[in-house]
């Protein structure tokens, strides 16, 4: 039984052993030295249009400053009026929208975010804002022990920086010892020759 087996694995190989099929784009069949000058003839192309897309870049703009040159002085201060109006009506409305926001309790982050025209519609949206933000949880407010009457409330910086470093002692001095106890005293005996 295996050597039929065999047999017709190889009898599918021979069928299989065609020769490759050509390609076709469009029902055409691909030629590569076709598809070569036709790319070639492409980048001519471009390379022939780019000069004339940057002279009419250049056209437009000129066209551009040659109308801008032409118009009356009158056109020029209302299109500078207009421009500065926007402005204007831009820095307004920022300025609603921040005083919004502070009114609020909205963290100023929030102001730029706040919709409306007017101080009435800013207002709603930012206490609207304001409801949707997660609420930050109250820090009980605990009471120090009692630490007793004469206790202290703890010391300061200056006290502890003095308590670690030591104070400014002389053991050698004979006034802070007598004071304080402790310390080294020297007590000088005269020699005398016996």
């Given amino acids: 039984m295996p050597e039929t087996e065999v047999a017709e694995v190889e009898t599918q190989v021979e069928t299989t052993t065609e020769a490759p099929k050509t390609e076709t784009v469009k029902g055409e069949v691909f030629d590569p030295a076709r598809a070569m000058r036709t790319i070639e003839a492409l980048r001519a192309e471009i390379k022939e249009l780019k000069p004339k897309a940057k ?21 020029k201060l209302t299109a500078q009026l207009e421009k500065a109006n926007a ?7 920022a300025e609603m929208r921040r005083t919004a926001a502070v009114e609020a309790g909205l963290p100023l982050v929030f102001a730029d975010r706040l919709k409306g025209e007017t101080p009435e519609e800013l207002a709603e949206d930012a206490k609207k804002i304001l409801e949707a933000l997660p609420k930050a949880p109250k820090t ?9 009457a004469g206790a202290s ?22 006034n802070y010892v007598k004071q304080h106890g402790g310390g080294v005293v020297i007590r000088e005996k005269h020699l005398t020759q016996e």
């Fill in 153 to 174: 409330q703890g010391e300061t910086e200056a006290q502890a920086l003095a308590r670690i470093r030591g104070q400014n002692v002389n053991v050698f001095d004979p």
């Fill in 87 to 93: 402005e204007l009506k831009a820095a307004q409305l």
């Fill in 55 to 75: 002279q009419a870049e250049e056209l437009t703009a000129a066209e551009q400053k040659r109308k801008e040159a032409e118009m009356t002085e009158l056109q």
């Fill in 140 to 148: 009980p407010t605990v009471s120090a022990t009692n630490p007793g």
